[in-house]
């Protein structure tokens, strides 16, 4: 039994970030592939996100001490507890060293003995074997992927005259939301055909408070709820030619950038900041710019507008990579021998045989 182990400091609640969506993916798989697997949540009781995932199993603790007593291969997300575990356990690092220029306040270093780090991005492998004084590529990566949802969804005609620019990003300083709004103006004095859309990802927390009301008072955006499914996030997205990701590069460091790969299988042009792990999300289809600049962004937005959405060829081939396979079979691959391969299985790599890629 593989045991997701929810470290953040919120439940695991559909729509409210890239990190939920990554180990969703990845537990959807795993249970395609006939592996045990579930995710374990910390004094939340049943009110710890499981009726966002009636598809996934949950486990609710009372304490980080109960963990002690499982006897499964825990995989910890956001953050390494500092808990004994029966077997190896691990920790996929979804939070970067320092915010703001401090460190994390809900990381704990005593956590980290005992356990492998595995990070979403080289970028952030890098950021933290330096953190914790680790060599270099001592900590493997098991990259994101794109639900099937994203490359597989129907995107409708369209003859309309402005660019439909989508930020579906959590509505936080750190995703870069004020350059956001910066640009906007600029593009408003240029009389740019472009028409932009926010989700209210992120909405419920203080930030996202603040956030939502000006943007509500907006006369320039359309603020549209957050899909709370893949499915429903790449409906959205169909229906959009940009995505754009101005993550700041100041006080935050965006360790990958789901939204980008969901973006571009669904056939949208990506603007991000040239910062963090965003680089590294390339498909075909991903235009960077320089971070915490309006200008640049403004700019950046134009030009992808003025492309327009990917072409069907250029979709299919950003399809093709970050895919679910493959982001399993390298974490299967970190994983290795604390994981009982099903008889169903060719192997500890998690690849499927012949017989159960027929039923599929």
Known sequence: MISFVWSADNPFMAGAGGSENYTAGQIRELQKRGIPVRIVTIGYGHKDGRADFPDIPFKALVSKRQLSLLN?????VTY??????KRPSYAILHCPPASCGLADPLFNK????GKQMIAASRFSATMWEQELGLEHHSIPVAYPAADDSFRSVKRPSYHGRKARVLFSGRLHPDKGIYTLLAAMHILKKSR???ELTVTTAGAHTDDGKIVKTILDAHPWIKVVPAGRTAQ?????MAKQDVVVMPSTNIFWKELFGMVSIEAQH???RVVASRAGGLPETDC?????????????????MLRAAKLGRLRNQERRRASNVFTIEESVDSLLDI???EVESPSLLTGLSGKRNTPLLQSD
């Not at 499964?72 to 910890?76: R, S």
Request: aromatic fraction near 2%; charged fraction near 20%; include cysteine.
């Open 284 to 300: 075909g289809g991903l235009m960077l710019v320089e971070p915490d600049n309006p200008k640049a962004l403004a700019e950046g």
């Open 80 to 85: 390494p507890l500092n808990v004994r575990t």
């Open 232 to 236: 429903e996030m790449a409906n959205l």
């Open 110 to 113: 005593r956590g980290v003995p």
């Open 192 to 194: 740019a055909p472009i």
């Open 266 to 268: 669904a056939g949208c």
């Open 335 to 337: 994983l290795g021998e």
């Open 72 to 76: 499964d291969t825990l995989v910890f």
